[in-house]
């Protein structure tokens, strides 16, 4: 539902999906993991290599998050994959990426 200036009221029930969406991909590692598992599964220890300073603990919160989520699954040989909602959401960033890309090199091409 629009105001008659046209712009939405604040939490408009509309938006519950994006802000969850919104407040999902806000916490810190998840954009992280779903990038280092885009490519295919990964088990814990590989994941944890990959991602830096993220500690042990904190990057077990954040995979039985995305798991209670649906973006990941973990498999019976221990190894975590996207599911199919995990894909579609990589899919959807692509345009993220590839704007981040073009951002990285306005700043240091100025004649972009």
Request: aromatic share 6%.
């Amino acid at each position: 539902m629009r105001s008659a200036s046209g712009a939405k009221p604040p939490n408009d029930s509309a938006d519950a999906p994006v802000l969850a969406a919104m407040e999902l991909l806000g916490q810190r590692w998840t954009l992280r993991v779903l990038w280092e598992l885009a490519p295919g599964q990964l088990g814990f220890l590989e994941l944890r290599r990959r991602m830096d300073n993220c500690s042990s603990s904190m990057l077990s919160v954040r995979l039985q998050h995305l798991q209670g989520v649906g973006l990941i699954v973990k498999n019976a040989d221990k190894s975590y994959e996207l599911t199919t909602a995990g894909t579609e959401l990589g899919a959807a960033m692509q345009d993220v990426w590839d704007w981040s890309r073009r951002w990285e090199k306005s700043l240091t091409d100025p004649n972009d």
